[in-house]
Structures are given as structure tokens and as C-alpha cells.
């Protein structure tokens, strides 16, 4: 059974590539979900009759390790399926996870064998991640083998290649697509993936202890928030840039608005988006927000969209 691991930081476009990726493969395939935040969401963004197995309220590279170990061995057993996708926290180093995909192989004696790492990386949010969050975020991209870009329609030809060749310095050996992903037809797709070099290394233990994101970046999740109309939802959303609220670097969420309407909740520093979900598999009725960030000015956020607000605990 192999594993291919499609990491990458907070709102790169793990689940957008995901749901592009799933459809080409053959076989049988199941998902691993992995959110920081306390409710899960990227599960019900998944389309199509493939399993799901979300793991939230932490990372599985860390605080929720031995309970992804436990996954995959309840996958192997329920499904039988002949490779694995993992979408970990954006906040997880990816060669953490590696780790734990090898402990499931050499202490819960689990047949699988990492193959493919495909990072995203979120052009325009590279150069100041690198700069602020440094080995913790670049870890991502020094460890994957097909990089793959975003939020490429918010930047210039020569800044392009400015940060293409500053991406490149980080993983020479690693190929790095320049075009926009979303644009590739299936052969084209499934080509690119083959191209990148499967992971061999096989280390035998963690070779470093590693700082647990729960103490670099914290989370806030609220069920059925106060606000109730999209107009009210991208107003709050964007007072969230304030430095009084702390770093806020990912905005996510489901919510059902006063016209009916369900919206798929997805902002960055860089970037806001809010687009129709009425084609995800959300079979819940309650709405849910996660924000996760540094040094949150929890108090502040939660007045922000409503006092009263029932948080999920």
C-alpha cells in the first residue's frame, strides 16, 4: 500500500489540487484529513464517493501521531486500498510526517511505503513565511519532490522568476511546475506526478525532536457563528488583517447564509475567497469556522463575530 503525501503551508490549495488529483488515479484510494483546528473541515470539501478519515485537533506529525498510526492500520484493514493520500496540517513539516508513515511500517508492522511528495507553495506568501517562520515552514519545500505553485495571478513575470529561483535554491532536486496546475488536463497531470522521484530514504528514527506546532501556532474554531449574511462574513473577515487580533494566517469555514446559500470560507493574508460548497459533501447542518494563526487574541475574536456565539470546545 503506498502513501503520497500532498503537503503544503496554510491555505496553499492541498484540497483544490486533491480534488483535481482524485479522479485520474486507478484503483482504490482513501484520504487522511488531518486539520489543526479543533473541527473538521477539508473532509467535507472532498468530492466524489472516496473515504475520508479526518484527524483533527492537533498535528499528526506530533501531538496526534500515535492516533494517525491507528488510522492507518484501521484503513488497511476496512478497505484494503492500494494507496493512501494525506493532506496534513499546513502547519505540520512534511518531514515529520514521512516519520510517522515510517513508524506505522516499522513498529505497527503495516505494509505501505511512502512514494510521492508533492508540496504546494503559495508563490506571493513565500519570501515573508520563509523570512518569519523560517526551517518550520520551509521544511515543506526542502523535503518535497514535485513542487507545485499558487496565487500565481498575483504576481508579475520577473517577481515570478525572482521567487521561483529562490524556491529553487531551497530543493534543487526537486521539480519545480512554473504554470498553474489547475490548467492541466489528466495526462498532463498524471505525466508531472510520475516525473517527480519517489521517496527512498527510509530513515530508521526521528532524527531531530521536534517543536510541536501547538507551541509556534494556535487555533480557533466556533460552531453556528453570529454572523449570518456573506456581506457580514467578508467584513469580519477582513477586519481580521488588524494587528489587535493577533496574526491571523488562515480563515476557513462552511456557513450557510441568510439566503440559503452555503459558502466555502478561504482566506489568507494574501487572498480571500468565498465561493458556492453546495457541491461538497457537507451532510451536517452546522456551520463552522476555524482560524489559526500566532499569538491569537482569542477574547477580541470571538466579540468580533458575536459575543454570544456558541465555540466549540
Not at 519532490?145 to 529553487?168: A, F, P, W, Y
Amino acid at each position: 500500500m503506498e502513501i503520497q503525501i500532498i503537503s503544503g503551508f496554510l491555505g496553499t490549495g492541498k484540497t483544490t489540487f486533491l480534488n483535481q488529483y482524485l479522479p485520474l488515479l486507478d484503483g482504490k484510494t482513501v484520504v487522511i484529513e488531518n486539520e489543526f483546528g479543533d473541527v473538521g473541515i477539508d473532509g467535507e470539501l472532498i468530492k466524489g464517493d472516496i473515504p475520508v478519515r479526518e484527524i483533527y485537533a492537533g498535528c499528526i506529525c506530533c501531538s496526534l501521531s500515535v492516533e494517525f498510526r491507528e488510522g492507518i492500520c484501521e484503513i488497511e484493514k476496512k478497505f484494503h486500498p492500494d494507496r493512501i493520500l494525506i493532506e496534513p496540517s499546513g502547519v505540520g513539516r512534511l518531514s515529520d510526517v514521512i516519520n510517522a508513515c515510517e513508524k506505522a511500517r516499522m513498529k505497527d508492522g503495516v505494509d505501505v511505503s511512502v512514494t510521492k511528495l508533492i508540496s504546494i507553495v503559495d508563490i506571493m506568501a513565500f519570501e515573508e513565511c520563509a523570512d518569519y517562520f523560517g526551517s518550520f515552514y520551509l521544511d515543506q519545500i526542502q523535503h518535497g519532490r514535485l513542487l507545485l505553485l499558487s496565487n500565481l495571478d498575483g504576481i508579475g513575470k520577473t517577481e515570478k522568476e525572482v521567487q521561483i529561483e529562490r524556491i529553487r535554491e531551497k530543493n534543487p532536486d526537486a521539480i519545480i511546475y512554473e504554470g498553474d496546475w489547475r490548467e492541466l488536463d489528466r495526462e498532463a497531470l498524471l505525466t508531472l506526478v510520475d516525473m517527480a522521484e519517489n521517496y527512498t530514504d527510509h530513515p530508521e528514527v526521528v532524527a531531530h525532536q521536534p517543536i510541536p506546532a501547538d507551541k509556534v501556532f494556535s487555533s480557533l474554531s466556533f460552531i453556528n457563528p453570529g454572523v449570518k449574511t456573506a456581506d457580514q462574513i467578508e467584513k469580519t473577515i477582513a477586519m481580521l488583517k488588524n494587528e489587535e487580533y493577533g496574526q491571523v494566517l488562515r480563515v476557513k469555514g462552511i456557513l450557510q447564509v441568510d439566503t440559503g446559500e452555503v459558502l466555502q470560507i478561504d482566506a489568507t493574508p494574501y487572498y480571500s475567497r468565498y465561493q458556492n460548497a453546495a457541491n461538497s459533501n457537507r451532510d451536517e447542518k452546522e456551520n463552522k469556522l476555524i482560524l489559526i494563526g500566532c499569538n491569537l487574541e482569542q477574547e477580541k475574536i470571538r466579540e468580533l463575530f458575536h459575543p454570544g456565539m456558541k465555540e466549540e470546545e
